[in-house]
């Protein structure tokens, strides 16, 4: 069984249009997390849950919405997309979050494409 | 502030050489926790190790090692008779602690091309 599943895994879309994604991890873990990766391939973190409760949101257009429904589950809604949206976006999930030394497992990403 | 420099933007080697990926970090911090992963041409994120700062003794898991060396803040990683499916794009990342505000800091990962 896949740990952390994301769908879409492809998402093409026009300007101005409103999309959501999708993230579930099976791994128990509290913690859920968004990143961006560009297309030179730099990974940013944009959110992170832990039990529901948002603790990191980076400096992010608040046309991005995450909603945590329960601590298995991300998602991540965009209003109004925008060409400069496109990239990858990948969940994650750790077991705690708040501790450095957890390891962050994703999953296999998104590709939202903005025509 | 953390930061995670991969000098090598793009590797080639010809399969069977051994090829070492460099990793720079800075930060502030005593205690922290050094990853790696590895990004196949499929896309996904794959986790290799996690080292913390307190432990410096290499590390070796099949034809992967890792040397971590705090006097110069560095945690390369080696791939030993390299081989087509190890091409990917590998990260180095970075975690310390910041009140419950703990980043992974990336850096800009380094292309590597086995031919065969």
Known sequence: DTAVSQT???????????KSIK??????????????????KFLKIMFSYNNKELIINETVP????????DKAHLNLH?????LGDSAVYFCASSLRGLAPSDTQYFGPGTRLTVL | AQKVTQAQ???????KEDVTLDCVYETRDTTYYLFWYKQPPSGELVFLIRRNSFDEQNEISGRYSWNFQKSTSSFNFTIT????????VYFCALRAPNFGNEKLTFGTGTRLTIIP
């Open chain 1, 23 to 40: 993230c579930e991890q099976n791994l128990g873990h509290d913690t859920m997390y968004w990143y961006k990766q560009d297309s030179k």
């Open chain 2, 9 to 15: 933007t793009e590797i080639s080697v010809v399969e």
């Open chain 1, 62 to 69: 608040n046309r991005f919405s995450p909603k945590s429904p």
């Open chain 2, 81 to 88: 008779a390299s081989q087509v499916v190890d091409s990917a």
């Open chain 1, 78 to 82: 965009i209003n109004s997309l925008e």
């Open chain 1, 8 to 18: 879409p895994k492809y998402l093409v879309t026009q300007m101005g249009n409103d």
